[in-house]
């Protein structure tokens, strides 16, 4: 996907790359503009996190990559349908709400991918099975989305956007509603679905905490329009867990990555 004319085809040196952006602008039909100039690069396989100030284009981004927008100006590259890596199965996104239809199961709201794409219904009701699995909801299938709380139905959002078996996964502040707790569950069972399945993850964040948690890369946008800031890389002991959110290697990242985002809120709180 880009403006303008087709780029030149991409050199070796981008034969790993999931995404690119350059010189990436948005602006919308009434006058703001929302991003850029932008430039980010992602390499397949990597989990970075997009923080920065509410209205600050993050969202915008995931909207470019997934092509629901296009972008005002500048070159949008994605590995799938540029070819810069093995052609895959494209993108899953998960939005901030899981927006489930209540009046079927949730099996069938993770089928949903599959019927639209006229997958025969045996597969996909196998597929979406084995992504209820994946997520801790094996036993949740024939339940209805009223019976879940608040963070089942995001892991029934996050089957639905891995049935497709994706490879790039949009994330838009999927747990920002939920409690602690849940939470931290939630990060700690994305983090072991992310080494399981080599996904790309692209998340959308407002917490200081959260991104340096989960990132190997944490991308600090400015405000309006949004710009990188910083883009620090978490060098950390795999797996991740309760050691690392306890250490001081966590709160030196979360000290440094909050430094970077003070700027783009002029004196409000950066966590």
Known sequence: MSSGKNPPAADAGLTHLAVSLRGVTKTYDNGVMALGPFDLTV???EFISLLGPSGCGKSTGLRLIAELSAPSSG???VAHHEGMVQPGHGIGFVFQEPTLMPWTSVRENVRLPLRL???PK???CGRADAALASVGLADFADAFPRE???GM??????ARALVTDPDILLMDEPFAALDEITRFRLNNDLLALWRSLGKTVIFVTHSVFESVYLSQRVVVMTARPGRIQADIRIETVEPRGEAFRTSAAYS??????SAALAPSYSGQSTL
């Open 122 to 124: 045996a597969e996909a």
């Open 153 to 158: 139905k995001m892991r029934v959002s996050l």
């Open 252 to 257: 030196d990242y979360c000290r440094k990555v």
């Open 148 to 150: 879940l709380s608040g």
């Open 117 to 119: 794409a006229g997958v």
């Open 43 to 45: 390499r397949k396989g």
């Open 75 to 77: 070159i949008v590259r």
